[in-house]
């Protein structure tokens, strides 16, 4: 019907001589409130929007607070982000993001590790000599401990055991953990009987101090002097009271340097099965064991 009057109007306008016609003059009429109807409906549907949107964008900025707020609670944070989210649901969340859970995340710091490992392949001395001026600048003893740390890391663990030694001739020669350091740049430059000197000191003087990394250490000392008996007694029994990966590893790579490729692989099995369960922090906590581990069985 009211398409067949807007063709009646459009035929009557059309027409000669009817522009005064009562007619044409009630189809204009009809016609100019037709489009008045069509543009109130438009308006009607245009505020109807207008007010459904901002609704909508107070809907999501909440739910994003709620999130926040749930990562707050789960990683125990301060009880004020709770009052900061809520209060600003929009900047609160924005700050929170960035001021909290970036910084936290795995993105984060698979982040930070890949430059660092981008700057140590650049420039592979760069820590060293950073730790050098510093120890230079101030010649304190946590700078020198420093300083040999970038060495031992850079592949130079003859001058990071010159540094420990140094490190042990003042007030701190009987520092745990400097001695601990000494021994491990000992080991890796292959000295064993200037390494055991320490271990066995602080195995007697500090049993309970980093007991399994001390034990592994001297299981390697014992091999590296040839005393091959003593190492596996002693890495049996780390693995009974620990039970690591880390030990059941030295244990593998001292067979396979003795030659029990039996046993060895045994052992190998076993650790691949541990291995192939383990998450990214794992794999990187192992990361230097295994590569040990890899390169002894390659060779035998």
Known sequence: MLRFRRFEASKALTTPGASDSPHRRS?????????????????????????????????????????????????????????????????????????????????????????????????????????RTAFEDTPTAQNQMRLAAAMLEAGDPQGAAQQYESCLN?????????????????????????????????????????????????ARCYAGNSRNAEAKALLDKVIAKFGTFESKAELAILMYEAGDRGTAETLYAELVRISSRWNPLARDLNRDVYRRLMAVRSQR
């Open 170 to 218: 003042g007030p701190f020669a009987l520092d745990p953990d400097i001695r601990f350091e000494a021994a491990k740049a000992f080991v890796e430059c292959g000295k064993f009987s200037d390494a055991l000197r320490y271990l066995e000191a602080l195995r007697s003087e500090r049993p309970q101090f980093r007991e399994e990394a001390v034990c592994l250490l001297m």
């Open 27 to 131: 189809l204009t009429a009809f016609g100019s409130i037709e489009k008045c109807r069509i543009r109130l409906d438009r308006a009607r549907i245009q505020k109807r929007r207008e007010r459904v949107m901002p609704f909508a964008g107070l809907g999501v900025h909440v739910v994003i607070a709620l999130i926040c707020a749930v990562h707050a609670m789960r990683t125990r944070q301060q009880m004020y982000w709770l009052f900061i989210l809520f209060a600003f649901p929009l900047l609160g969340s924005l700050v929170y993001f960035f001021a909290v859970y970036l910084p936290n995340s795995r993105v984060e710091r698979s982040a930070i590790k890949a430059v660092n490992v981008a700057i140590r392949t650049i420039d592979p001395t760069r820590s060293v000599r950073d730790a």
